[in-house]
């Protein structure tokens, strides 16, 4: 029995303190209304009125008393991820690569990209290297279009994807050959011999392959840049720089026929 009235009593205690809440919450707006402009936010009843407002918002539904918490999304190991995805579209806007910009767009610290990337440098590298093998997939993409028996042609095809990546990822593309201490990433190797399987596909005599695959690779190389950094860019819009590329691996070709 008296465990009963025990639990009266203190179901009691509950629908008072409830209903002086609620009580508390109606002065609240009633004194919002009055004053509307002085109302602050006041954190216990969730009434917020800021000074650029007309009229009055009620959050403690959403806050339910409690400040938000900041988002556990870029836990365990999802930060990483998310600064490389930030930094290719940073690299994309034409943006220098900052950690501290990094930090700000993801809404994190400095500290927390730094602990993933310690240095601009070694962040670019990791960039570079996944865009070598995108540049890898785009020229194989081209090349595979063409069919097997026809070697020169596949070689030529090789060129003009190198060349159309460049022109559409401008940005990406200064960024993995700018190099660093070490030179290029490793990735890079992969798109560089698939050109020299071509050109030893193309069964030259006489000529070096290594040497040849250099010419054609700086060739494409330099009418990118020439591009990407303004030169050809108002003389030759997008098709007639496909034509020019076209007619240079259309030259080396031939050295590879002789």
Known sequence: MAIREHHVERQL?????????R??????????????ISHRFNLSTGIIKSPTE???????????GKMPRRSA???????REAVLTAAAALVDEGE???????????????AAVHHHFPTVEGLASELAATWFGDLDRAMAAAADAIAPGKPLERFRALGAGYVRYA???PHRYRLQFRGGETGLPSAADASFHRVLEAVVACGARGRDPMATTILAWSAMHGLASLWIDGAF???LDRRAMDALVHTIT?????????
């Open 13 to 21: 205690r509950r629908e008072r303190h409830a209903e002086a809440r």
């Open 233 to 235: 860019r108002k003389r």
């Open 96 to 110: 220098p690569l900052g950690l501290r910009e990094l930090g700000r767009r993801i809404g994190v610290s400095h």
């Open 167 to 169: 022109l559409e990822r």
């Open 54 to 64: 007309i009229g009055m918002k009620l959050v403690s539904s959403c806050y339910n």
């Open 73 to 79: 999304a870029y836990h365990h190991g999802h930060l």
């Open 23 to 36: 009580g508390q919450v109606g002065s609240d707006v009633e004194q919002a209304q009055a004053h509307p």
């Open 250 to 258: 259309g030259l080396i070709a031939e050295l590879l026929r002789a």
